[in-house]
């Protein structure tokens, strides 16, 4: 049913799933994501959405192959199909015009902050873009995320492509250059919360799209529960996206540790099968 029509792998261990969803595709909204099992034995996992076409009905997400359902999703083939997708899920992000803001997007998560970007960009935003990755290899959407950027910066941790280091050091240059009203920023937690710091101080609002463990993506389980500014917030339907100023990031960071064992020895009981 959900039919795996396009696979492309865009960097290593990072691949681009296009899925035959003409429902999704047609009332998703920038900001929101998927959750998808990919067999009737499977663990339901939030994916993000990086594309959608409604002429062809389908949705784009990529991913990072890190542990057994990740893996297991890179090893689909075109033609091949998922046993369920659910979506869209999570609140649309809040378009409108802010004046000037800047979107931070590190690793994969660039692929959803392209969607954001143009819809912002498309409300009349000047959109300044900050894009980083552990290498220049590992850089995705350069080229999508030059198209719907008044200006694109590049940060890479090695160096080997635009400036070395973090994307939060052209995030404090360019706040102490001008003024910016809004920062939305799509990565590693780490990361997020590193920007969460450089614009506290200057009382930039700051949105964050959090990226907690999720089962049902109801509201239901609790699984991704979050605390934001002091109250128990359920990710997949109060957020994704939260104000980053709020977010305790040190809870996310150690929730999302909890199975650390449990998903090793998935990882390694699976590639045992597998190899
Ligand atoms: S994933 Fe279960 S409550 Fe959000």
Same mark, same amino acid.
């Given at each position: 049913?959900y039919?795996i029509v396009a696979?492309?792998e865009?960097? %290593?261990?990072v691949?681009s799933?296009?899925i035959?969803a003409p429902?999704?595709s047609?009332?998703?909204? %920038?900001g929101q994501?998927i959750i998808?099992?990919v067999?009737?034995?499977?663990?339901?996992? %939030?994916?993000?959405?990086?594309?959608?076409d409604?002429q062809?009905g389908?949705?784009?997400?990529i991913?990072?192959?890190?542990?057994k359902?990740?893996?297991q999703?890179?090893?689909l083939?075109?033609?091949?199909?998922l046993?369920?997708?659910a979506?869209p899920?999570?609140?649309?992000?809040?378009?409108?015009? #802010?004046?000037?803001?800047?979107?931070?997007?590190g690793?994969?998560?660039?692929?959803p902050? #392209?969607?954001e970007?143009k819809a912002l960009?498309d409300?009349?935003?000047k959109?300044?873009?900050?894009?980083g990755a552990?290498?220049?290899?590992?850089?995705?959407?350069?080229k999508?995320m030059?198209?719907v950027?008044?200006?694109?910066?590049i940060?890479?941790d090695?160096?080997?492509?635009?400036?070395?280091?973090?994307?939060?050091?052209v995030?404090?240059k360019?706040i102490?250059?001008q003024?910016i009203d809004?920062v939305?920023?799509?990565g590693?937690?780490?990361?997020m919360?590193?920007?969460?710091?450089?614009?506290k %101080?200057?009382?930039?609002?700051?949105?964050v799209?959090?990226?907690?463990i999720?089962v049902?993506?109801?509201?239901?389980c609790g699984?991704?529960?979050?605390?934001?500014?002091?109250e128990?917030?359920?990710?997949?339907?109060?957020?994704?996206?939260?104000?980053?100023?709020?977010?305790?990031f040190?809870e996310?960071?150690?929730?999302?540790?909890t #199975?650390l064992?449990?998903?090793?020895?998935?990882?390694?009981r699976?590639?045992?099968?597998?190899?």
């Amino acid at each position: 049913m959900y039919r795996i029509v396009a696979k492309k792998e865009l960097a %290593p261990a990072v691949k681009s799933l296009t899925i035959n969803a003409p429902l999704i595709s047609k009332k998703a909204r %920038p900001g929101q994501f998927i959750i998808i099992r990919v067999d009737e034995s499977g663990e339901r996992i %939030p994916l993000t959405i990086a594309d959608l076409d409604v002429q062809q009905g389908t949705v784009t997400t990529i991913f990072l192959e890190v542990g057994k359902t990740t893996k297991q999703l890179g090893s689909l083939k075109e033609g091949g199909s998922l046993a369920d997708l659910a979506g869209p899920l999570g609140k649309p992000t809040e378009i409108k015009k #802010y004046g000037k803001v800047v979107c931070v997007g590190g690793g994969v998560g660039v692929a959803p902050l #392209y969607l954001e970007a143009k819809a912002l960009k498309d409300a009349g935003n000047k959109v300044i873009s900050i894009i980083g990755a552990r290498t220049k290899e590992l850089l995705i959407f350069e080229k999508e995320m030059q198209q719907v950027s008044d200006e694109l910066h590049i940060a890479t941790d090695d160096g080997s492509k635009g400036h070395h280091g973090f994307v939060t050091d052209v995030l404090q240059k360019l706040i102490t250059e001008q003024n910016i009203d809004m920062v939305l920023a799509i990565g590693p937690t780490v990361m997020m919360k590193a920007v969460a710091k450089v614009t506290k %101080p200057h009382n930039i609002k700051t949105l964050v799209s959090l990226n907690p463990i999720m089962v049902d993506g109801t509201g239901m389980c609790g699984a991704c529960r979050v605390t934001v500014g002091g109250e128990t917030k359920f990710t997949c339907v109060d957020g994704p996206e939260f104000d980053a100023h709020l977010v305790d990031f040190e809870e996310l960071m150690n929730r999302q540790r909890t #199975y650390l064992e449990e998903e090793k020895v998935a990882l390694e009981r699976w590639k045992r099968c597998h190899h």
